[in-house]
C-alpha cells in the first residue's frame, strides 16, 4: 500500500519560515510528480507547487512564488517544501499528493493525483 507522510508544521510567527517534508513508501515511485496542495475550512484544496520525478521541473502557484520552494530529495522519494517570508493566508492544511505523468490534466487538478497525505498543519501567527 502506499503512504505519504508530511512533516514539519507547527506555529510560526509572520516572516518566519518552515520547511515540510513528505516522504513516500510502499511502492517505487518511478516517474511521479509530486505536488503541495493546503486547504483551510471551508474551502477548497489549493494548489501550492508541484515537482517533476527528475527535480529539474518546478511549478508554483502565483501566490507562493517567490517565497515557497520545492526540491526533491537525492532518494525521489522524499519531497521538500520551503518556506519563506510566511504570512497569516499561510495559515492552512498542507497535504503532500503524488501522480503519474498526466499531460491531460493540469498539475493544479487535485483529481490528477492518485496519492495523498495525511496533512500538516502550518499556522502563522501575526
Known amino acids: 500500500q502506499v503512504q505519504l507522510v508530511e512533516s514539519g508544521g507547527g506555529l510560526v510567527q509572520a516572516g518566519g519560515s518552515l520547511r515540510l517534508s513528505c516522504t513516500a513508501s510502499?511502492?517505487?515511485?518511478?516517474?511521479?510528480?509530486m505536488g503541495w496542495f493546503r486547504q483551510v475550512p471551508g474551502k477548497e484544496r489549493e494548489f501550492v507547487g508541484a515537482?517533476?520525478?527528475?527535480?529539474?521541473?518546478?511549478y508554483y502557484a502565483d501566490s507562493v512564488k517567490g517565497r515557497f520552494t520545492i526540491t526533491r530529495g537525492n532518494n525521489k522519494n522524499t519531497v521538500y517544501l520551503q518556506m519563506n517570508s510566511l504570512n497569516a493566508e499561510d495559515t492552512a492544511v498542507y497535504y503532500c499528493?503524488?501522480?503519474?505523468?498526466?499531460?491531460?490534466?493540469?498539475?493544479?487538478?487535485?483529481?490528477?493525483?492518485?496519492?495523498w497525505g495525511q496533512g500538516t498543519q502550518v499556522t502563522v501567527s501575526s
Open positions: 510502499g511502492r517505487a515511485f518511478s516517474g511521479y510528480v
Open positions: 499528493a503524488a501522480r503519474p505523468i498526466r499531460p491531460a490534466r493540469a498539475l493544479s487538478d487535485t483529481g490528477g493525483y492518485d496519492y
Open positions: 515537482i517533476s520525478w527528475s527535480g529539474g521541473s518546478t
